[in-house]
């Protein structure tokens, strides 16, 4: 068929967030090591046009909605030409790794996801 399969878009986003969540400061490493996880709850993509193998791409990232328990971020996936390929969002939520239940966010990101 030639062109990248669903389940690579999945991929495309969360590296996508884990970038995003690194120019505001903050490392999955360190929020693991705090005891914080942030797991995946939701995802929802709309495919547009079919990605092809050998297209470039880009995706950009942005927090939509900032909550005491839970983030959601928007996607949207464009070839050379600016043409959308994709969208899509994602809402993960702030969990204690010992517990394993829904936590508020630290303070000490409260700071990073609000400007």
């Known amino acids: 068929m030639g062109i990248v399969h669903h389940a690579q878009y999945a991929y495309f986003f969360e590296q996508a967030r884990i970038d995003w969540l ?32 050998d297209e470039h791409f880009s995706v950009h990232t942005s927090l939509e909605t900032f909550e005491p328990h839970f983030i959601l971020f928007s996607y949207y996936i464009e070839n050379e030409q600016e043409k959308k390929i994709t969208t899509a969002s994602t809402r993960l939520v702030f969990v204690d790794a010992k517990t394993m239940r829904a936590m508020k966010c630290p303070s000490f990101l409260v700071e990073k996801f609000t400007f």
């Open 22 to 53: 690194q120019n505001q400061g903050v490392s999955y490493a360190v929020l693991e090591q705090t005891g914080i996880l942030l797991p995946l709850t939701e995802i929802a993509i709309a495919y547009k046009r079919p990605l092809r193998f």
